[in-house]
């Protein structure tokens, strides 16, 4: 059989084709992911600036202000100095859980953010079981913060990381009957039915009306997850030396920094998509509603507009969290444990039982 030197030349076109073809489908794949991972960058560095800024309005001082124009530039400037920063490794402590520990905490909190609806049809992935997944997975985290404090063998740290441990299973119980509660009044655990549901209605739809315990339990549980004051004994200076990071330095010190921005970033974008209707701004009275149906266009400017508003919820909490931190002052690690114990926890299962009565007589 004679081939043609012509038909060989369009096999190989052909088949060179199907592999640009074939990286043209990773790369698309890859590039949401990516874009996602950069926002979730610049957010971080811009909490880490508002944090400073906003301590240091309340506390009557300067903050940061040489470190690129307003000092924004100050968190890259002081991780750059983490990154080069010589890192320090117990010499009689497990060197494998040391290492794993901090990139357990940040893995676990970054998968979360892809059931995060910030607009219409502008997700990672939507689950069916979106809220749940983010609670199991945000269930990994304390265990990374106690595999650092045993790896460090530091009673200290191992301390810190028992107390990170409890104080997340204290909490998550309360968090995960106020989501219950709002799963079953959208009869979905998808994040996006869960939005659409609070759409339907408009300002008045909004879970936070219908919800008002369970979204405080909610915010003060999501503080505690993110062990932010008053709730942040696990890496007290005062009483545990700074707790599991006691024996950390360079990066990865700074790896626990990054996942508990991450963690207040998450709750507060969770926050938002279960009690604020995430995206939506149908606030009646006033003359948006109709310059708001661009949304319903779905195209780069209405998804914009989603973005803006999603993000302009959260960070109103992300401001009530900076400001508390200033507000009030520490608990005690038994108080702690009693107000998730005795108080959060049986008005959570309290609100869940009354959401269920509810549903069952409006059959």
């Known amino acids: 059989m004679i081939i043609d030197t012509t038909e060989i030349q369009d096999i190989h076109s052909f088949s060179g084709l199907e592999s640009l073809n074939e990286v043209y489908g990773i790369l698309w794949v890859l590039v949401p992911i990516l874009i996602l991972i950069l926002g979730i960058t610049i957010s971080v560095l811009a909490i880490v600036w508002l944090e400073r800024e906003i301590s240091a309005g309340i506390q009557q001082r300067i903050g940061p202000e040489y470190a690129g124009p307003f000092g924004v530039l100050q968190a890259l400037a002081d991780g750059t100095k983490l990154l080069f920063k010589e890192n320090l490794i117990p010499s009689r402590g497990d060197i494998r859980l040391f290492s794993i520990g901090p990139s357990i905490s940040v893995i676990s909190i970054l998968l979360s953010y892809s059931v995060i609806p910030f607009g219409y049809n502008f997700i990672l992935s939507d689950f069916n079981i979106g809220v749940f997944l983010w609670i199991a997975i945000s269930s990994i985290a304390p265990i990374g913060l106690l595999m650092s404090g045993y790896g460090s063998n530091n009673k200290y740290s191992f301390l810190g990381g028992l107390r990170a441990a409890a104080q997340s299973i204290s909490y998550e119980i309360p968090l995960t009957l106020c989501v219950l509660s709002i799963s079953l009044l959208s009869n979905s655990l998808s994040t996006v039915d869960i939005v659409d549901a609070q759409s339907k209605y408009g300002f008045w739809g909004w879970n936070l009306w219908r919800q008002p315990m ?3 339990v909610f915010l003060i549980s999501s503080l505690a997850e993110c062990e932010r004051l008053p709730f942040d004994l696990p890496e007290a200076e005062e009483e545990l030396v700074a707790g599991y990071q006691t024996e950390y330095s360079g990066i990865k010190f700074g790896l626990f920094y990054v996942a508990s921005y991450l963690n207040l970033l998450i709750s507060s974008l969770f926050v938002t998509v279960l009690y604020l209707g995430g995206s939506n701004i149908s606030i009646p ?4 509603s ?3 149906e661009i949304n319903k266009t779905y195209g780069i400017f209405g998804t914009t507009i989603d973005l803006f508003i999603t993000l302009a919820k959260t960070y109103f909490f992300l401001f009530l969290s ?8 520490r608990l005690r690690m038994d108080q702690l444990l009693n107000l998730g114990w005795k108080f ?5 299962l309290g609100n869940l039982l009354l959401t269920t009565s509810s549903q069952l007589f409006s059959l």
Do not use: H, N, Q
């Open 344 to 348: 959060l926890l049986p008005i959570s």
């Open 322 to 329: 900076i400001i508390t931190r200033w507000a009030l002052p």
């Open 285 to 288: 009275y006033i003359f948006v």
């Open 290 to 292: 109709e310059f708001f």
């Open 214 to 216: 369970g979204f405080i």
